[in-house]
């Protein structure tokens, strides 16, 4: 096992250093977890980095998403610009100006970009924006589809914050809800309640092959409602094993070859990435018929680390962090009984559901827990340390602030 990760190591790590991986020798998916600040020079540069670096990036943006997408542009544009991109080009697909998505002018000025930049707002605005419907099929316009083989040939960079990133899902798209409603009632296409967890069977952009994709994720406490939405949809045409929950100024940025194989993600930013299978788990119902699930497997990487999407399996741990098992510091984990509070309002705090799990890897205990607030009926999450569960913990040296990642911690979730 340790000389597996040792060579897989190796490669990722090799990979890594591929100098210019904007030559058009492997693909660059940049998803932000939204929520991401105007100064965070780390996030912005290496997207303009990845786009050919700075005086050389030609970065296109879109910000149909937004119900404001000329102000947000004018954003965006200055803030490429200010991070060193040489030119930028607002590619004007928005509502109210739809004709543009078939607009060959607006394709021939996609050709010349090497990253594309997708703002935040509303997802199911640009699934209509950018697909044609072709009796009941989804078909690519002409700007979504040079979008799309300008990232599988390496030319740019892809990316976005916030409804920019879920829009890039290959399973099934997010498009809203709460942990606790999720839990409660289950998905649906479509719901009169604004908390529902609700969801395109369609899914995303399809950027993310496979591959369920969040935002705002631990600060607003979404792990329940990805969780579920995984679960009730796997076995669907769209639907996956995987999810990836990205928080808030924080970036996952997914590399892989020209093939889209030798997949893998790296962490950049403030807060985590959260990422969950269900390949393994089953729903169990209560005795009261509440759903509930046994044996989720889940990670949370924070910046620096890296994780082969290929297998799930392997991760390279930022290397200032060490393996925590013998070298924890506190006896006991902590609990909530406000599990999916998130940040609880203050992007200070940290979010209760990764302070919980987290906290379990800095303690001797093998298991700790978290319910919902809300008691009608009220859930229990069980996080187990099982056979595989590794925590690794360090002090970040840009931030100097002491960070846990943890790998295959298992949840549990039924009627408490
Ligand atoms: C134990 O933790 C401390 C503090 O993070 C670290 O400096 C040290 O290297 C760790 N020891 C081992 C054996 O990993």
Request: hydrophobic share 40%.
């Amino acid at each position: 096992m340790i000389m597996l990760h040792m060579l897989k190591g190796l490669v990722l790590v090799c990979l890594l250093l591929v100098p210019g991986s904007r030559s058009g020798n492997a693909r660059s998916l940049f998803l932000v977890g939204g929520g991401l600040a105007d100064d965070n020079d780390e996030i912005y540069s290496k997207f303009v980095e990845l786009s050919g670096g700075s005086g050389q990036a030609r970065i296109g943006v879109v910000t149909g998403a937004s119900a404001d997408p000329l102000d947000s542009a004018d954003f965006y544009l200055q803030q490429f610009l200010a991070y060193g991109a040489e030119s930028t080009y607002f590619i004007p697909v928005y509502i109210g100006n739809e004709e543009a998505a078939n607009d060959e002018s607006v394709v021939a000025e996609l050709q010349g970009l090497t990253g594309i930049f997708f703002g935040g707002g509303d997802q199911s605005r640009l699934i209509s924006l950018f697909f044609q419907n072709n009796g009941g099929q989804r078909v690519d316009t002409p700007v979504m589809a040079t979008i799309r083989s300008l990232y599988e040939k390496g030319t740019a960079v892809v990316g976005g914050t916030s409804a920019g990133a879920a829009v890039m899902s290959g399973g099934v798209m997010v498009n809203g809800g709460m942990s606790y409603n999720a839990l409660k009632y289950g998905s649906a296409t479509d719901s009169p309640h604004a908390d529902d967890l609700v969801y395109d069977q369609n899914g995303g952009f399809g950027l993310a092959k496979d591959l369920v994709i969040d935002t705002h994720f631990s600060q607003r406490g979404r792990e329940g409602r990805m969780i579920r939405l995984l679960s009730d949809t796997r076995n669907q045409d769209h639907g996956t094993e995987f999810g990836v929950g990205i928080d808030e100024n924080t970036a996952f940025i997914i590399t892989s070859d020209l093939l889209g194989m030798n997949r893998f993600g790296e962490i950049l930013g403030e807060n985590g990435v959260f990422l969950v299978d269900v390949g393994s788990s089953s729903v169990v119902e209560s005795n009261n018929g509440e759903w509930g699930i046994e044996t989720v497997y889940v990670d949370y990487l924070r910046e620096g680390d890296v994780f082969d999407l290929e297998s799930w399996d392997t991760i390279i741990f930022a290397d200032f962090k060490t393996d925590l098992n013998g070298n924890e510091s506190n006896q006991d984990p902590e609990t909530s009984d406000d599990i999916f509070y998130g940040s609880r309002g203050d992007p200070d705090l940290p979010p209760i559901l990764t302070q919980v799990a987290t906290s379990l890897f800095d303690c001797v205990q093998a298991s700790t827990w978290g319910t919902t607030w809300e008691d009608k009926p009220m859930f229990q999450l069980n996080f187990i340390k099982g056979k595989y569960s590794l925590g690794f913990g360090g002090t970040n040296p840009s931030t100097g602030k002491f960070e846990i990642s943890y790998q295959d911690l298992l949840i549990d979730i039924m009627e408490a």
